[in-house]
């Protein structure tokens, strides 16, 4: 495990409070529109029910790709080629990593990740199933510069970032984040990026908003997170989940509404809500064939070639790293 520049990736204090998420939570709360950014929902249990949310029947994100990773394997491998260093930002998940790397069969494979236990369990597993490819997990945010491991530098990069994880941001955070791969990856690097596909609202709101509940109870771990790590008493029978979609921004939003007038404390501070009041946790842009484009291009990067599954709802994009070109 490297941590090249011996960062302390998670600051605590003398109680073991993440000092970060506790600043997020008390600006967030103290907001006109109160809002927490959605990385805070990945505890254990939240990452255990995202794991729960990729199975639902109407989240369709993680099957469309997977569809497009195998049905379009050799295709991306051709453009792809040999001999390169695939650079996972985030550790890689169980089923979407392995068809990638089964497909180009790469020089090696450098998972990164903010989450170090998660990262060492997952590239331990991926080891054993690819005996001979050197695995080399660094611990690191992603969305700063991220200085590679020696035995990678000589290799052409190919940054891996399925999911639609851009779609969580802003566009703003998506171009820094774009700006920075190029800067990890260097010259001559490529990009294999998953992007969900903006579609008929009714499906959108049921992959945000699922019969079983599951989605909704992912939104309400956070409540629960919040009272564990930060001494909050958040009554949590007084929030309901909503997804909505933002159509000027293109967007499913996901909210906690407030059922009733509520006031709670978190860390000592004292908040108060009335019935209908939200706290907004998560965006997730939907793109357009123009609107991905538009932003990869504002990180530095051009498509070369773009995959749909066959029901158009995901699309996988490959982006060559382009060098700043003067107007027009
Ligand atoms: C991780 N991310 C791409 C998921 C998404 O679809 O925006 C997170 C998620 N939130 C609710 N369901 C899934």
Known sequence: MTNPKGLKLVERDSDGVDLAFRADVLAGLAAPQKAI???????????????????????????????????????????????????????????????????????????????????????????EKFPGLPVLPVEADFMRRVELPPEVAQLPKLGFFPGSTIGNMIARTATDLLRSMRATLGEGAMLLIGMDLVKDESV???????????????????????????????????????????????????????????????????????????????????????SSQLLLAAGGWEPVARWTDEARQFSMVLAESRAPRSAP
């Not at 989450?115 to 997952?122: E, I, P, Q, T």
């Open 37 to 127: 950014p959605a990385r805070w929902f990945y505890d254990d249990a939240g990452s255990t029910l995202f794991e729960d949310i990729t199975r639902l029947p109407e989240y369709y994100p993680t099957r469309a790709e997977r569809e497009i990773l195998t049905d379009r394997a050799t295709e991306i491998a051709d453009l792809i080629g040999s001999g390169r260093a695939v650079v996972e930002f985030g550790s890689g998940s169980s089923v979407k990593t392995p068809l990638l790397l089964r497909a180009i069969w790469p020089s090696a494979y450098v998972p990164l990740d903010i989450a170090g236990d998660f990262l060492r369990a997952s590239s331990a597993a991926l080891a």
């Open 204 to 290: 959108l709101l049921a992959a945000y908003d699922d019969a079983q509940g599951v989605t909704a109870r992912f939104n309400l771990n956070l409540l629960e997170r919040i009272n564990r790590e930060l001494d909050g008493d958040i009554p949590l029978d007084a929030f309901a989940h909503e997804a909505r979609w933002n159509d000027p921004f293109a967007r499913i939003e996901m909210h906690l509404v407030a059922c009733r007038d509520v006031s709670f404390a978190v860390s000592g501070q004292r908040f108060a809500m009335t019935a209908g009041e939200s706290i907004h946790t998560e965006n997730s842009h939907k793109f357009t064939k123009r």
